[in-house]
């Protein structure tokens, strides 16, 4: 049984590490493959976001460098909101420097990232050395990272071989790598997480290069376990009813996956 068809009670088990262990159980039990992006620059959206939608999430996705209202308070209230309504919390950093930087962008700054992102992302075009940085600030068991093997932008540069130089970095630190964000059904170990971001009910583009396909697409031809889904929700005049309608479209193809 390979990645694709195998429940994700199954894969949790198969999983090395303790993140990917915890997120894998936490999407069985909740029933939600489903990770909203937030991108919002005001902390009062942030904060109301993740309380409305906190139940039907496995993942919320920050940007929090775009908050233009930050401070220590917006991280106590998610921290208490994470907990509250059981989903992780995803800081889409992508750290891309070399590793002495990242070190002290992971674990300083006002956004002290570390101290409260369960994940983060980083784009391993720089070579192992940011791994190492973010190791170095960050390796415990309740810290990981999402490797950006693959953007879904139109024009991106992600060739073929960057995306498999990408997974032979991220296997070098499965103790710390928990997945990749990709486009593609790539080849990975059970227990790792592919993450697909470019998935809206509604649009198929945006005007900056963003590229759209269904829940459905992400999951089958994509081999996505966790959809990412922003202005398709937070835009939308619903967004609760929105993200129950993505959560269950999202976690029924993953089901029917496990069955084919
Ligand atoms: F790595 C990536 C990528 O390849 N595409 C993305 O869209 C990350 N993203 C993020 O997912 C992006 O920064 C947004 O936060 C989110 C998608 O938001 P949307 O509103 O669904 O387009």
Redesign the pocket.
């Given at each position: 049984q390979s990645r694709i068809n195998m429940p994700l009670m199954e894969r949790a088990k198969a999983a090395t590490n303790p993140l990917a262990q915890r997120l894998l159980t936490l999407m069985d039990r909740k029933k939600s493959n489903l990770c909203v992006?937030v991108?919002t620059q005001s902390s009062v959206e942030l904060i109301s976001m993740a309380e409305k939608l906190g139940p039907y999430i496995c993942l919320l996705?920050t940007?929090i460098d775009i908050i233009d209202d930050f401070s220590k308070e917006t991280i106590q209230k998610l921290k208490e909101l994470s907990e509250k309504h059981d989903f992780l919390l995803f800081e889409?950093r992508?750290f891309a420097d070399i590793g002495n930087t990242v070190k002290m962008q992971y674990k300083g700054g006002v956004h002290n990232i570390c101290d409260w992102a369960h994940l983060v992302?980083a784009h391993p075009v720089a070579g192992p050395g940011v791994l190492q940085g973010l190791c170095k600030a960050g390796l415990r068991d309740d810290r990981g990272c999402v490797i950006?093997a693959?953007?879904?932008?139109s024009g991106n540069l992600n060739t073929p071989a960057y995306i498999e130089d990408s997974i032979k970095i991220g296997n070098s630190f499965g103790g710390f790598v928990i997945g990749y964000?990709c486009q593609s059904s790539i080849d990975v170990d059970a227990g790792v997480i592919l993450f697909t971001?470019?998935?809206?009910l509604d649009a198929s583009s945006?005007s900056l290069g963003?590229q759209?396909v269904t829940p459905e697409t992400a999951v089958n031809e994509k081999g996505a376990d966790v959809v990412?889904?922003?202005?398709?929700i937070?835009?939308s005049e619903n967004p609760v009813e929105r993200a129950e309608q993505y959560r269950k479209r999202c976690y029924d193809a993953l089901c029917k996956r496990f069955e084919s």
């Open positions: 992006a991108d996705k940007h889409d992508k992302t950006i693959e953007m879904s932008s964000v971001p470019g998935v809206s945006d963003q759209y990412i889904v922003g202005r398709g937070t835009g």
